[in-house]
């Protein structure tokens, strides 16, 4: 006996959010990886410089989403960690100041990923980072990135 004449199980907002989410990237995985490898270089040439600004900026303009970029994305994050890194202690607060709301966001999100690998990244350096970028973005830039589906 059905009493529906509507299927609402197909109109679950979290069913149609996944569908649009795996074609997000109109490039191939292949174009997604070299595009990171050059701005892998430009961003270690950044670095070598001493701009740390530069540096990550470059680092988070167009970040791989999507589905089945994983080694783009993994790299990426090796390549936003390098950086996190490789800027002293006393500077952050003064490269996160200068960074965009976006940008902020967009490395929150890098933050939250090494978090969450604790193996591969130095949870010490991400936990100065995320409190630097709170003080600075306020609780809005958590909020935006937990409730934001693009993972990186």
């Known amino acids: 006996m059905a009493y529906r004449k509507l299927a609402i199980d197909n109109l679950d907002v979290e069913n149609q959010m996944t569908e649009q989410l795996q074609f ?5 995985n292949e174009e997604v990886a070299s595009m990171v490898d050059q701005k892998a270089a430009a961003v270690r040439a950044a670095i070598t ?15 791989p ?3 089945g970029l994983e080694p783009a994305q993994s790299s990426n994050a090796q ?3 390098e950086i996190l890194m ?16 976006e940008d902020r966001d967009v ?17 010490g350096v991400l936990l100065s980072w995320h409190e630097r ?18 993972v990186v």
């Open 133 to 150: 970028i709170v003080e600075s973005g306020g609780l809005g830039s958590i909020v935006r990135v937990m409730s934001d589906r693009r």
């Open 49 to 63: 410089r001493g701009n740390s600004i530069e540096a990550l900026e470059k680092a988070l303009a167009e970040p």
């Open 24 to 28: 997000m990237s109109t490039k191939s």
């Open 86 to 101: 490789a800027t002293r202690a006393q500077d952050i607060a003064s490269v996160v100041a200068n960074l965009a709301d």
């Open 79 to 81: 390549l936003v960690s």
């Open 65 to 67: 989403y999507g589905r």
């Open 107 to 123: 490395l929150l999100k890098y933050i939250y990923h090494g978090l969450a690998r604790p193996a591969e990244f130095n949870c």
